[in-house]
């Protein structure tokens, strides 16, 4: 990165998806830092597209949480998924 690159136009960038688990279809989707401002502009995005209480799951990103309740307040079924891996041991015989 050169001293005249805006951090915020390069590097890692993301894409948010919303997406029914039921049809499969993609509600809302986003792209863009992994940060409070993309997560709340995505939760708003998606909110602007329902028209009834959901369900909603994300990672364990902390910024969906501000985001969310900024967006939904109380009227949202919300959790967020946390995946812990582990190794596997085989045996032998």
Same mark, same amino acid.
């Given at each position: 990165?050169?001293?005249?690159?805006?951090?915020?136009?390069?590097?890692?960038?993301?894409?948010?998806?919303?997406?029914?688990? /039921?049809? *499969?279809?993609?509600?809302?989707?986003?792209? @863009?830092k992994?940060?409070? $401002?993309?997560?709340?502009?995505?939760i708003?995005?998606? #909110?602007?597209?329902?028209?009834?209480?959901?369900?909603? #799951?994300?990672? *364990?990103?902390?910024?969906?949480? /501000?985001?969310?309740? $900024?967006?939904? @307040?109380?009227?949202?079924?919300?959790?967020?998924?946390?995946? #812990?891996?582990e190794? /596997?041991?085989?045996?032998?015989?």
């Open positions: 990165m050169g001293p005249d690159d805006n951090p915020n136009m390069i590097g890692d960038f993301y894409t948010f998806v919303a997406l029914d688990s /039921e049809t *499969k279809l993609i509600l809302a989707y986003k792209v @863009g992994r940060d409070l $401002t993309t997560a709340q502009a995505f708003f995005d998606l #909110s602007s597209r329902l028209s009834n209480r959901i369900q909603l #799951s994300s990672d *364990k990103l902390k910024a969906y949480v /501000e985001a969310v309740e $900024t967006v939904f @307040g109380a009227d949202i079924d919300y959790g967020q998924i946390v995946k #812990s891996y190794a /596997e041991t085989h045996r032998t015989g």
